[in-house]
């Protein structure tokens, strides 16, 4: 079975500081890790994903995630945090032959302070 | 390209009653899967439907069903209601539905059980 963690439900960063969210995962095969984002009353948008190849993925609105298979996480960052950030943001995990099956982690509330 | 349509957008039923929601997916994409989204639990895999087939299903009770028609629509039924069923429903679409397809999610229908 595979799972997700996030740690830390909410994170707060000043306007202009590093984003970092955490996310570690468990997985018996190669996983694909993805990263979506969601804004209050609106579905999930993708931010990127991890396949194969390149291990540091580049995503929309300057964000980037670094596939780490030693230390199993899949951490989003993001060099200067804007306020347009605030949101919801979710890790999930698939592999091959799992279909469009994906399990999520809990999320994390991401608040951005002037 | 129109996105991911889902609906409706607000419902409200009593116990006991039944519910369908709908969700068209974006053009040509011929998978749809769905997901619960609560506070409680997160969000949580439904099942999954591709050319009319039911490929994934995740571990909701027989209450929960689904079905695909030949224009890739889905729709989604719900019977017995139970308060505990109220939560966003979430569908997605993508074009296969082999990993690591990105899937391109809908705003939600919100249901809410009384």
């Known amino acids: 079975a595979q799972s997700v963690t996030q740690l830390g439900s909410h994170v707060s960063v000043s306007e202009g500081a590093l984003v970092l969210l955490r996310c570690n995962y468990s997985?018996?095969?190669?996983?694909?890790l993805f990263w979506y984002v969601q804004y209050p009353n609106q579905g999930l948008q993708l931010l990127l994903k991890y396949t194969t190849g390149a291990t540091l993925v580049k995503g929309i609105n300057g964000f980037e995630a670094e596939f780490k298979k030693s230390e199993t996480s899949f951490h989003l960052t993001k060099p200067s945090a804007h306020m347009s950030d605030a949101a919801e943001y979710f890790c999930a995990v698939t592999f091959a032959g799992g279909g469009n099956k994906l399990t999520f982690g809990t999320g994390t509330q991401l608040k951005v302070e002037l | 390209k129109a996105g991911v349509t889902q609906t409706p957008r607000y419902l409200i039923k009593t116990r006991g009653q039944q519910v369908t929601l709908s969700c068209s997916p974006i053009?040509?994409?011929?998978?749809v899967s769905w997901y619960q989204q609560t506070p409680g639990q997160g969000l949580q895999f439904l099942f999954e439907?591709?050319?009319?087939?039911?490929?994934n299903k995740g571990n909701f009770p027989g209450r929960f069903s689904g079905r695909q028609f030949s224009n890739s629509r889905s729709e989604m039924n719900v019977s017995t209601l139970e308060l505990g069923d109220s939560a966003l429903y979430l569908c997605?679409?993508?074009?296969?539905?082999?990993?690591?397809?990105?899937?391109?999610f809908g705003p939600g229908t919100r249901l809410l059980v009384l």
């Open positions: 997605a679409s993508s074009l296969t539905s082999g990993s690591p397809e990105t899937q391109y």
């Open positions: 439907y591709f050319s009319e087939t039911q490929r």
């Open positions: 053009s040509g994409h011929r998978s």
């Open positions: 997985s018996s095969v190669p996983p694909y």
